[in-house]
């Protein structure tokens, strides 16, 4: 895949809550934390870092603050009808949203480049090719910078 056409949408599963990602993502990555795997009912987290300024959001999602493994606080934003996790923001840095890539409505460019929380990874579930990053030593700056290198051209259609 060279070359993806913005906006990307994507949204819940009962649509209540429809989002357009206007601009090209900042980062992919995988986490295996035991709150992703438990909030996903899967081995594993895959989540885009966008701009929030980039996304355009249709619907009221109802937010609900929590503290991540790492520490940090975040407000998740649901679905209030089918209560699926659309959005994520760091209270110490709301110009940055994450989404999980399996609401976009199409997500196949959404490779990582790096794991967190392999100790608790599922072992099958390891991620050939993406890099292991302890949560401590995370530097999204660096990170993004790696994934755009890598990453598929985004454009407006
Ligand atoms: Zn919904
Ligand atoms: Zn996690």
């Not at 929380?117 to 401590?136: C, F, H, L």
């Amino acid at each position: 895949m060279d070359v993806v056409d913005l906006p990307l949408p994507g949204g819940c599963l009962c649509g209540a809550i429809r989002y357009r990602l206007n601009a090209a993502p900042l980062l992919v990555y995988a986490c295996h934390c035991h709150d992703c795997q438990t909030r996903s009912g899967s081995a594993f987290a895959l989540t885009v870092v966008v701009r929030t300024a980039d996304l355009e959001i249709a619907g009221e999602p109802e937010v609900a603050r929590m503290t991540s493994p790492s520490g940090r606080e975040l407000d998740h934003s649901f679905c209030p009808e089918c209560r699926v996790r659309v959005l994520v923001r760091a209270v110490a840095a709301p110009d940055y949203a994450s989404l999980r890539a399996g609401t976009f409505d199409d997500a196949s460019w959404a490779v990582p480049i790096a794991q967190l929380y392999v100790e608790s990874a599922i072992p099958w579930a390891i991620i050939p090719g993406a890099d292991a990053v302890a949560a401590e030593n995370l530097d999204f700056y660096a990170l993004g910078e790696a994934w755009r290198a890598s990453a598929p051209r985004f454009q407006a259609r």
